[in-house]
């Protein structure tokens, strides 16, 4: 596996070996030992998540202000455009953003570390999503930045007006949010 950090060092874009033929492909999406060698500490994984979401759909920027939640972001089938915010006040990358293309033919993975916000578009007519997490889902603690906020100035790929739930439309402007 390759463990590339990205412009914010702490969020770590991981590309498993592939072994292909005319057959089909075989690659290793997660290694306990490895992964913690890759960023550098242990971490114990509670819950596998599994979304689906057609082309256009935005989900995000979600976070939890208590229990909050590392991830380990992968996309088994599409393409989407995957987006980590830093929410960390003390942290010399606060409110910078780093986005990556993830998908089914390039297997690459994000980890997101807790005091991260996290979210994604899709950019292929459909895409599954699957990530594990560091803690459990807890919809009391669960917050949601506005995708567009003009202070955080996300340059999301959009060709066509962003598919939103309720919460994500309505979600709170950056610099009155409860951060970390």
Not at 57 to 82: A, N
Not at 120 to 126: A, C, E, I, K, N
């Amino acid at each position: 596996m390759k463990a590339t950090p990205l412009a914010i060092p702490d969020v770590i874009l991981l590309e498993p070996r592939v072994f292909g033929d005319e057959r089909g492909f075989f690659f290793e999406s997660f290694n306990q030992a490895k992964f913690e060698q890759a960023i550098s500490r242990q971490v114990t994984f509670v819950q596998d998540n599994h979304s689906r979401s057609v082309k256009g759909v935005l989900r995000g920027l979600h976070y939890q202000v208590k229990q909050p939640q590392g991830k380990l972001v992968r996309v088994s089938c599409g393409e989407v455009f995957d987006v980590v915010v830093d929410i960390r006040k003390n942290s010399a990358t606060f409110g910078h953003w780093v986005g990556e293309i993830l998908s089914a033919d390039n297997k690459r993975q994000v980890w997101v570390p807790e005091g991260f916000a996290h979210g994604f578009l899709v950019l292929s007519d459909y895409a599954e999503c699957l990530y594990k997490t560091t803690d459990y889902y807890a919809p009391e603690y669960e917050r949601s930045l506005a995708w567009n906020d003009p202070a955080l100035n996300i340059d999301w790929p959009l060709c066509i007006e962003p598919l939103l739930s309720k919460k994500d439309a309505n979600g709170t402007p950056f610099n009155v949010a409860e951060l970390f």
